[in-house]
């Protein structure tokens, strides 16, 4: 991505970013707790217009295994590997303002100064 005269390019062409909100595409109910529905990251992406960007929570929480407490990442890696396929962008967030789906505490102006 680049800018030129106050315009966005991306891959050498104008691109005006635009994107959905889908938090819950690491959510993999066979490996860990979930934060929303479960997805096929495959029917997601592809029905995306290429170079979209969607936003999704990349949490600590869903990168453990409710099975036996251990690190397990399969399910956000999954997202990024689908993402890479169809060609989109991602921001994957890693703590939310509000605490959803992690520990439900709200975060704080002392969160950010000591997170």
Not at 4 to 18: K, M, N, R, S, V
Not at 107 to 114: C, D, V
């Amino acid at each position: 991505m680049t800018t030129t005269g106050g315009i966005l390019h991306l891959d050498g062409h104008p691109w005006w970013p635009t994107g959905f909100n889908a938090y819950q595409l690491a959510t993999d109910w066979t490996v860990n707790a979930g934060c929303g529905a479960m997805v096929d990251l495959d029917s997601y992406f592809s029905s995306r217009q290429p170079g979209t960007v969607t936003r999704f929570n990349a949490f600590q929480n869903l990168a453990v295994d409710k099975r036996n407490g251990k690190l397990n990442f399969e399910p956000i890696d999954a997202v990024f590997t689908a993402t890479q396929r169809h060609g989109q962008l991602l921001i994957p967030v890693l703590a939310a303002q509000d605490g959803a789906c992690e520990d439900e505490q709200y975060r704080t102006r002392k969160w950010y100064l000591g997170g």
